[in-house]
């Protein structure tokens, strides 16, 4: 099996940069890069941090090549004593990961403690802002990587059938999810890639009412339509791009 | 998930605690299945006082309780839901398809 490890890069300022061109949206003509750099070095225990003048991006660690034996409570003490340390108002996380729950689990993880530090983000954007994960990564690894049939989905946990998948189709579980967040006093902008084949997008962004209440299915993108300001997909539905501004 | 039932006659309360989404509904799923089929209870009581975030799957999977419980001719009722939850509810209608106490 092709072993994909979880990657993450951390990077804080205390104002964003128009420069940096943070990234997309075919919307304003700027399209920024789908696959974040990530760095190659890696360090001892998973965590480098650098804190360079230059940047504007004045505090930056990277979470390197973290399979999932080894220890999060490790890697979120670094993440939190990360975050302690800097003044910020502008974080862009950066992650690849596998289509693994360990991966997932370490991703929301991370991403609860940054925005645990924005003070601009209340309970409701809070809840808003997982919500967005939460389909997004749900969407790329169940739909997108694994093709996860919906009769499966809700007769096994996703444990369950990692398991199944680890011991006949291993080279599923290394297949790439791609994502970039940004935190900012005035938005927040998502980007996701997978690695399936695509699908009818266009399709599901016309919808514009909610599936009958009592389907099952079916509520993912109609929920993310509704709440962001802007949603896009692009490379056939492989690419998510949402964003939007605070409301409080 | 700290999971925990109350049993009183014919009516069940469960309540439980984190999130509920697509990491955690199938486990869910099956403890609501399996509670179920061994207590012939007419109504059963949601508490989601501790219940923080739902996401897509968990509102199908609470869809999936009352389809049952409809279908068994008995009733599925929400109560304590959290400002968020209720939020997320709302953007697809759920908030009135629910009976929410």
């Not at chain 1, 808003?128 to 694994?146: C, K, Q, R, T």
């Not at chain 2, 009722?77 to 959290?82: A, G, L, N, P, Y």
Request: aromatic share 10%; proline share 3%; glycine share 6%.
């Amino acid at each position: 099996m092709s072993e994909i490890r979880f990657q993450a890069k951390i990077q804080l300022s205390t104002s964003r940069s128009s420069d940096t061109g943070v990234f997309c949206p075919a919307m304003n003509g700027k399209r920024g890069s789908l696959s974040p750099e990530l760095p190659t070095a890696v360090g001892e225990d998973g965590f480098f941090r650098e804190i360079s003048a230059d940047s504007p991006y004045r505090n930056e660690a990277r979470l390197l090549g973290l399979s999932c034996e080894h220890s999060q409570e490790v890697l979120l003490s670094k993440v939190n004593g990360f975050l302690d340390e800097a003044a910020f108002d502008t974080a862009i996380l950066d992650a690849v990961l596998g289509s693994r729950s360990c991966m997932i689990d370490a991703l929301m993880r991370i991403t609860e403690r940054v925005v645990d530090r924005l003070p601009y983000i209340d309970e409701e954007n809070r809840g808003y802002v997982f919500l967005f994960l939460n389909e997004a990564i749900s969407n790329a690894v169940y739909h997108g990587n694994l093709k996860i049939p919906k009769e499966c989905r809700t007769k096994s946990s996703f444990k369950e059938y990692e398991k199944e998948m680890h011991e006949y189709q291993p080279s599923l579980l290394a297949l790439r999810v791609t994502l970039r967040i940004v935190f900012d006093p005035v938005h927040f902008e998502m980007q996701v890639t997978d690695s399936g084949d695509g699908f009818d997008f266009k399709k599901r962004l016309r919808r514009n009412h909610p599936p009958a209440p009592d389907q099952e299915s079916g509520r993912g993108i109609f929920i993310l339509k509704k709440v962001a300001d802007a949603i896009t997909f692009y490379d056939k539905g492989k690419t998510l791009y949402l964003r939007k501004r605070w409301r409080n | 998930m700290d999971w925990k039932e109350t049993i009183n006659g014919q009516e069940a309360s469960i309540s439980f605690s984190g999130k509920l989404t697509f990491e955690n509904s199938s486990e869910l799923r099956d403890k609501v299945k399996n509670f179920l089929s061994s207590h012939e209870v007419k109504t059963l009581i949601f508490d989601l006082a501790d219940v923080k975030f739902v996401d897509s799957s968990g509102l199908g999977l609470l869809v999936s309780i009352k389809n049952t419980m409809t279908k068994r001719g008995g009733v599925f009722m929400i109560k304590s839901v959290t400002d968020t939850v209720r939020k997320i509810m709302k953007q697809t209608g759920l908030d009135k398809y629910f009976d929410i106490g």
